[in-house]
């Protein structure tokens, strides 16, 4: 097998003292960046890029030590994201926020803030290498297959993650779509994507940028939540003991073998969504979890949002997967499948690697040293996330006055240092608000970040579906100017089926009570 | 609880009509040719308001119709205090440093408040809160992270804050 022979060269060269070093470095810098809210994955191999240039002049002949800091980042910050989500309640980065939903509930709720921890760092592992795995033996076939997905394709995926967001949380659907349609008509503030003229800015310079889906995320489950638990328990705060050892790692090990088939679907479906351009690891974690609920047994389902383990296992595991899977396109053709890719790409430039099929050839040692790094990256960062979760999960006990400004000081320093922009600090304080009113009124919060985010996206792939059938709406069932997609159809079935399914369930939830009833008054 | 339920699918109602009413020259597919694909910009974001009010108007209509529980929207009215003396400090904070007080200033101020008001501390803990918090942002975002935060007008005086 090539495969075995070109992954011993890639270990050989990804276990070269400097460059296992720049791994580890790589890391720990990503697990700091991870923790740190509002500064993401993107940011911070974009801040860092400067210091891996100073590696790569250490050594001009061979840069494979700077990619390896840098990727070594990346893998770092997929980790680390995990723990302000579930600590904090604010999501480290955009993909830990649907980590929000079961992992601050179960730290919080259920006071099992170390479980909640090994379980995510478990399923990210869990995910990360076999995604390494699936990267290693499908690099060249899969992304031959991404590269044939058009607009249409691309269009029925994201409908597929809005419509298992439709229902998710036990609150009303009615609920959700209108969260949904929110957060669309958020992302279409700014300039329109196609044609480029504005829209919603009602003649403010400031809007015309567009509102960020950080500043509204970090407002919505940062400030709201603080603002929620104050008025619930006051300024008393709950002190949990943060029990962690090798009986939490035991236990998420426990529930992770009980819900292994799960995990397998998300974590391939995770990847192959990371494949995608464009994508990346946010929209991955979020419709694994609404995958994750919706296949769920009834009893299950009913604990998602209270700290259902699947909840914080189906969406890390995914992340994690497809921000391997990103790196994917990037490498094979050049086109990187997530911002964060585009950034590493732009490091492989720099240090003139052009990304595309021929690196397979021209620099062998190098791609599969890259690919290594993926094994080597996130088992070190799952091994520093493990010994120092005490350390994180201790961060709880620190008194309501003292971390209460902390919480709020970083909450407003995420949203700033996206932009430099005081706006977007703004838009925190406005959707903090905004989000303990909504929660207090049983609005899903979810929805809305999701369809903020993928708002743009969503409507590119619309409108270049309808550009390339000039106006046909039949292109999104496969019906495209060059023949019949049987793949655009299918995706667009499941798409439909998925939205439908809540009504059909209602239909016959009431079909169902109608009948008891009946025949209880027919034994009456 | 049923007031203030319609009150917010009416604000939701409110948001989709200004934007409706903002995007409505794009509503309608463009069979003139003259739009890429048939769609102006306006037409994404008009029918994604379209759907939000409808979506808020039945909202409204099954609270009116469907049995609403008892209890009230907040807690007691301890809970509202608790929430609004957090909410007006957090808008003091955000408008000082816009204007004149930057970050370092007014981070500090905040701390010093909760510290003081919130956690009553004893002066020595409080002063090291109010000192440290700014202290640590200052080494984390401009010495490691090579990221400005803004400043008060005394650093035009030549003060580094």
């Not at chain 1, 890029?49 to 001009?60: D, G, K, R």
């Not at chain 1, 604010?90 to 921890?117: H, T, Y």
């Not at chain 1, 819900?259 to 946010?282: D, Q």
């Not at chain 1, 595309?356 to 088992?379: D, K, Q």
Request: overall charge positive; charged content about 10%.
């Amino acid at each position: 097998m090539q495969v075995f022979s070109d992954l011993a060269l890639g270990f050989a060269t990804a276990l070269e003292p400097f460059v296992f070093a720049m791994i580890v470095a790589g890391v720990f810098l990503g697990l700091i960046i991870g923790i740190l809210p509002g500064l993401g994955g993107t940011s911070g191999v974009a801040i860092l890029l400067p210091v891996s240039l100073f590696v790569a002049q250490q050594n001009p002949q061979d840069p494979t030590g700077a990619v390896a800091l840098l990727a070594g980042i990346y893998w770092g910050a997929l980790f680390g994201g995990v723990v302000t989500s579930i600590l904090f309640n604010i999501p480290g980065e955009p993909w830990s926020v649907a980590l929000l939903f079961d992992g601050f509930p179960m730290a919080k709720r259920l006071g099992q803030p170390g479980l909640a921890l090994t379980l995510a760092f478990t399923s990210g592992l869990f995910g990360s290498l076999v995604a390494a795995v699936l990267f290693s033996f499908f690099a060249v076939p899969l992304s031959e297959i991404a590269l044939r997905f058009g607009p249409a394709e691309l269009f029925a995926v994201f409908m597929m993650a809005f419509a298992t967001l439709v229902g998710l949380e036990s609150g009303s659907p009615l609920k959700s779509i209108a969260m949904i349609m929110f957060g669309l008509l958020l992302a279409a503030v700014g300039f329109d994507t196609i044609t480029g003229e504005p829209r919603l800015a009602f003649g403010q310079i400031g809007l015309l940028s567009g509102i960020g889906f950080i500043p509204v995320t970090i407002g919505l489950f940062g400030i709201g939540e603080i603002l929620a638990s104050a008025e619930e328990a006051g300024t008393s705060y709950e002190r949990i003991a943060a029990r962690l050892g090798l009986r939490d790692l035991l236990e998420s090990l426990r529930q992770i073998r009980r819900r292994l088939g799960m995990l397998g679907v998300n974590t391939i479906v995770g990847f192959f969504i990371g494949v995608l351009p464009g994508t990346g690891a946010t929209p991955a974690s979020f419709l694994s979890y609404g995958v994750a609920r919706q296949y769920a047994g009834e009893k299950e389902r009913a604990n998602f949002g209270k700290g259902e383990p699947a909840g914080i296992i189906a969406p890390q595991a995914a992340a994690n997967a497809a921000g391997v899977g990103s790196l994917l396109p990037m490498i094979t053709l050049g086109v990187p499948g997530s911002p964060t890719a585009a950034v590493i790409m732009a490091g492989l430039f720099v240090w003139g690697l052009n990304p595309g099929p021929l690196l397979f050839t021209e620099h062998r040692a190098f791609v599969w040293g890259l690919i290594a790094s993926i094994y080597i990256g996130s088992l070190i960062a799952f091994v520093m996330c493990f010994f120092a979760t005490p350390l994180f999960a201790s961060i709880m006990r620190v008194p309501y006055a003292v971390i209460t400004p902390i919480i709020v000081l970083a909450s407003i320093l995420g949203a700033y240092a996206v932009n430099n922009d005081m706006k977007d600090v703004g838009i925190t304080i406005v959707f903090g608000v905004m989000g303990y009113w909504l929660r207090k009124m049983k609005y899903p919060l979810a929805p809305l970040v999701v369809a903020l985010v993928l708002g743009d996206s969503t409507e590119r792939e619309l409108r270049k579906g309808l550009i390339s059938s000039f106006g046909n709406p039949a292109v999104f069932l496969g019906f495209t100017e060059s023949g019949f997609s049987p793949v655009a159809a299918a995706l667009s079935v499941i798409a439909i089926g998925l939205f439908l399914l809540p009504l059909v369930q209602y239909v016959l939830r009431r079909r169902r009570t109608r009948a008891e009833e009946l025949a209880s008054e027919l034994t009456e | 609880m049923r007031p203030y339920q319609i009150a917010t699918a009416a604000v939701i109602v409110l948001i989709a009509a200004v934007a409706m009413f903002d995007t409505r020259s794009g509503a309608l597919p463009d069979t003139s040719g003259g739009a890429p694909g048939g769609l102006r910009g306006g037409w994404y974001p008009f029918w994604s308001a379209t759907v939000m009010s409808i979506a808020a108007l039945v909202i409204a209509y099954r609270t009116l119709v469907t049995p609403q529980p008892a209890s009230g929207v907040f807690k007691d009215r301890q809970g509202v205090v608790y929430v609004v003396r957090l909410v007006l400090p957090m808008i003091a904070l955000v408008l000082l440093m816009a204007w004149p007080l930057g970050f370092y200033l007014s981070a500090a101020l905040y701390s010093a408040w909760f510290a003081f008001a919130v956690g009553r501390y004893r002066w020595h803990w409080a002063a090291a809160m109010t000192v440290l918090i700014p202290v640590a942002t200052y080494l984390l975002m401009e010495i490691a992270f090579k990221t400005a935060l803004p400043r008060s007008i005394f650093f035009t005086m030549g003060l580094p804050f």
